[in-house]
Each structure stands twice: as structure tokens, then as C-alpha cells.
């Protein structure tokens, strides 16, 4: 099946004129939202891409840091309005870890009516991930995993994609424990926090992330063949991607992409 992937966003946590990082597998099947951003304009950013959220049946949530859940919340609310009286329609599935899973359930707690939740609950399987576990999803295997990160439990995931074999790493460094899982990929996604110059200005390793050059070098040791790198700062303005593209190029030998909001990469 012909797949993309389209970045609705690709800030880090505090960016304010990049919107947070998630975004889209594309196929004929249908779409799978990763990650929801931090703000109602996650809403707005589906329908820039032309994805009409109602139709979303599958969205994978990484950990429950504000910039990849709370645009969640968001959804449920404007979901809701569309899913009251409905009983006949097929149930939305929400993949995410049992962290994940009770930030939802207490967050919801006191932002949204609880009988918007009971509509919710009522129409939506969560799916409670454990190291490993597989689902098929728009008729692609994934398999779901613990990157092992330092800071809060996030999951990442591996599949075959068009062919070709694919991970997303969350938005922390990479666990060296997971190097051997991904090495030969064809793609790979990883943040990339700061260029290396300016980590004395964001620290960007004392947060647990990566500069461009540090996760360059090693996903060229790992012979990764496509690298993308997102989750980035966004104090450059319209030179950031050739930025971040330079100094990627300097450390990884084979293809590289920095997308921006709302762009769209092909998997060949």
C-alpha cells in the first residue's frame, strides 16, 4: 500500500510558532493519528491536512506529556457533539500505555462534563499497551514497544510501511539497549532538540534529547537509511530546516528530512 506520513506538527513543547509534533499514517485504509499535540488547533490542523477527524478511527498516544495528550481532550469534546445518539457506528480505538491511560482518565476528570466522558467511554476501545504488544491498524502490523526512557514511560512503535521498514522513537534520545531493534532500517524517526551549537542555550541533553548532530551520528553508525528528524526548537523561523538539514548532512551520510508543519513525506 502507498504510505505517508504528514506532520501536522513538529515543535518541541515550547514552541510557539511550530505546532507540537504529531502526525498522520496515510493509506488507502484509512488514517492513524500519532500523538495529538497540546491545543485545540490539532482539530484545525486535520482539516488543513483534508482528514476529517470524525473519520479517524485509530490514534497511538506516546506518553502524557501536555505537548502529545492534551490536544486529546480537544478531540473528545468536539468527537462528542458528532458521536451523541450514535450506537451504530464503529467503536475508535486509542492505543497508549497504562500511564498514558490514567492521565486520561484524571485529566477528564476535571476539564470535561462526565457525561461527555460517558459518551466517550462508550465509544472509544482503549487499548492498554504492554512491551511488544501487535496490533494490525489500517492493514499494517505494528508493534508497539517501551523505548525505555529516562524520564516518563513512553512507547514507540516498528512496522513495515510500503515495504519498507519503519520505527517511531518518541521524542527522547534513543536507549542504546534499543540500538541492535532499528539498526538497517529504512526509515527511522528521532527528535532532534537543538543544533548542536546551541545546546549551551537549550540543554537540550540534560532534558533527555538530542542535538542534530548527536542522533546523526548515531543513526549513521546504525546505518539507518532515511532519517527524520522532528520535535525541534523554532527560534530560526524559516531557515530552521536548512539548518538542521546542515548540520544533519555533516554526521549522517544518507537521506535526510526535517520536515515542517503541515508537510508531507512519501514512503518509497
Known amino acids: 500500500m502507498k504510505t505517508k ?3 501536522l506538527g513538529v515543535g518541541n513543547g515550547g514552541t510557539m510558532d511550530l505546532y507540537n509534533t504529531c502526525f498522520v499514517i496515510q493509506n488507502e485504509k484509512g488514517d492513524f493519528l500519532v500523538d495529538t499535540g497540546g491545543s485545540i488547533e490539532i482539530i484545525k490542523r486535520l482539516g488543513l491536512a483534508e482528514i476529517d477527524y470524525r473519520m479517524i478511527k485509530h490514534i497511538f498516544i506516546s506518553h502524557s506529556h501536555t505537548d502529545h495528550i492534551l490536544g486529546l481532550f480537544w478531540y473528545f ?7 451523541k445518539g450514535k450506537n451504530d457506528i464503529e467503536k475508535i480505538n486509542i492505543y497508549c500505555n497504562d500511564v498514558v491511560y490514567q ?15 460517558d459518551i466517550i467511554y462508550s465509544h472509544f476501545n482503549f487499548h492498554i499497551l504492554n512491551d511488544n504488544d501487535r496490533y494490525s491498524i489500517n492493514g499494517v502490523d505494528y508493534a508497539f514497544f517501551d523505548i525505555m526512557a529516562r524520564g516518563t514511560k513512553q512507547f514507540g512503535f516498528e512496522c513495515v510501511l510500503s515495504n519498507k521498514t519503519f520505527a517511531f522513537l518518541g521524542d527522547e ?8 531493534k532499528i539498526k538497517n532500517y529504512d526509515y527511522v524517526t528521532h527528535e532532534a532538540f537543538c543544533l548542536e551549537k546551541e545546546e549551551n542555550i537549550f540543554h537540550a541533553y540534560e532534558k ?20 527524520i528528524l522532528y520535535h525541534t526548537e523554532d527560534t530560526h523561523g524559516d531557515q530552521r530546516q536548512e539548518l538542521y538539514l546542515d548540520e544533519a548532512k555533516d554526521y549522517f551520510n544518507r537521506k535526510v528530512y526535517v520536515p515542517n508543519d503541515m508537510e508531507e513525506i512519501k514512503i518509497l
Open 77 to 83: 469534546k468536539k468527537i462528542s457533539q458528532y458521536l
Open 5 to 7: 506520513l504528514v506532520f
Open 208 to 227: 533527555n534529547h538530542s542535538t542534530t548532530k548527536s542522533v546523526s551520528e548515531v543513526m549513521n553508525k546504525l546505518n539507518i537509511k532515511n532519517l
Open 103 to 117: 492521565s486520561i482518565k484524571e485529566i477528564a476528570k476535571y476539564i470535561l462534563p462526565s457525561s461527555l466522558m
Open 173 to 180: 534520545t534513543l536507549n542504546p539497549v534499543l540500538y541492535e
